[in-house]
């Protein structure tokens, strides 16, 4: 996560000091990904999102570009140090990963709603964009 400066979230706290850093980002025009569940899947199934995407949407105004990837729990499980490699010229195997991503919807749209039906509506839009990509992937 570092080395393409990620930014940390205390996923026990309130982890204000990474949001204020995505706010400040947002705020100055830079794009930010946010894996919204907050870590990875230990088993590979999608888990609700962490409140704080929530707080995101209502702070600034900025189109959230739903994305979904499969295969990823495959390539790189947790308890592995590192991914399964899956070069594209390598036949199709258990690292191989496929990414949808699919239409932009403005944060103004999801503002007024409450947290919980905000945050339904993107986990809708990213699981649709995960079964696209587990479609698209290719499969050993």
Known sequence: MRSFN???????????????????????GHAVV????GQRTVN???????PG????????DMPIVPVGIAGAFEAWPRQRRLP??????????K??????IGPPIQSVKLR???????????FVAVQACQRRAERLRRKS
């Open 6 to 28: 990620g930014v940390p979230l205390d996923l026990e706290g309130f982890a204000r000091e990474g949001l204020k850093t995505m706010l400040d980002e947002l705020n100055a």
């Open 34 to 37: 946010v894996f919204p569940e």
């Open 44 to 50: 590979g199934a999608m888990k609700p999102f962490r």
């Open 53 to 60: 995407i929530h707080l995101l949407v209502k702070r600034v």
């Open 84 to 93: 399964v490699p899956a070069p594209l010229f390598w036949p199709a195997g």
């Open 95 to 100: 690292g191989t990963i496929a990414v949808s």
């Open 112 to 122: 007024e709603k409450s947290r919980e039906e905000a945050l339904g509506e993107l």
